[in-house]
């Protein structure tokens, strides 16, 4: 039962009550406005703020004080390789969240990434902007284009799944559950499409950076490519452990 779910529930006792003690009075309309009003408002957030877990089981945190890396919308024909080099060097292991049409044209990237000990995820095949807002059967050719995609370059799409932009509604659900998909969240956002400036985008994730965080990089842009070394060696610095490749497989447990 998803916090969606109780939602309804709450939404349709209240108006049974409601209609029963207050019928035909004027209060009716203004409990039941409130009780709308209610729903709408827990509806919203559920779907502005996927950490809360609102349609569906979202990861955004580990339960121990390792650090996780993700990287969402590659692989990128420069950056990623980049990107795998500084993570190699340091003994990182970390998350890709993959556009299927992306990996498509760079199946020789993904193939490195997992012979480093990294592990992909499912980011759709196209990344449309209005993922959440596509119907039941283009959310599903989606995340099945993306998966099919890697099974034909030989390559197991694993079982996570990141929905672009990180929206979730009933439809997407719905599709997780019938794909079997393991929904993986963030708990720090490094806005590093929003900061293209580096010592901001560095200052910002060397800030925020705490044990347990499950961060959110895009290893298309150059911003990101850039501070990565920096970033790592600052936060090792002050304590911050960083997954290894050796610790991916159970991560999550
Ligand atoms: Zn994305």
Redesign the pocket.
């Known amino acids: 039962m998803t916090r969606h779910h109780l939602n309804i529930i709450g939404f349709i006792i209240n108006c049974t009550w409601i209609s029963i003690f207050f019928s035909g009075t004027p209060m009716m309309w203004i409990l039941m406005g409130i009780a709308s009003l209610l729903f709408l408002v827990f509806l919203s957030l559920g779907i502005l703020l996927p950490n809360r877990n609102y349609f569906l089981t979202n990861t955004t945190r580990l339960k121990n004080t390792k650090v996780l890396l993700t990287f969402?919308?590659g692989p990128h024909e420069h950056l990623t390789p980049q990107i795998l080099k500084t993570l190699k060097r340091h003994n990182i292991g970390a998350i890709f969240?993959v556009?299927g049409k992306q990996a498509e044209e760079h199946p020789e990237i993904i193939r490195q990434l997992l012979a480093d000990g990294h592990l992909i995820g499912n980011?759709t095949q196209n990344?449309p902007i209005m993922f959440a807002a596509l119907r039941q059967d283009s959310v599903e050719k989606e995340i099945g284009l993306c998966d099919n995609m890697l099974i034909a370059q030989n390559i197991h799409p694993g079982t996570y799944f990141?929905p672009?932009?990180g929206y979730t509604n009933p439809r997407i659900a719905r599709a997780v559950k019938k794909f079997r998909k393991q929904v993986i969240g963030w708990s720090l956002r490094s806005f590093d499409s929003v900061l293209k400036e580096e010592s901001k985008l560095l200052e910002r994730v060397s800030s925020k950076i705490k044990p347990g965080d499950i961060v959110l990089f895009?290893d298309n842009l150059p911003q990101t490519e850039a501070i990565l070394d920096r970033f790592i060696v600052q936060a090792t610095k002050n304590g911050i452990k960083f997954a290894e490749p050796n610790h991916l497989k159970t991560i999550f447990k």
């Open positions: 969402d919308d969240f556009i980011h990344h990141r672009p932009i895009h």
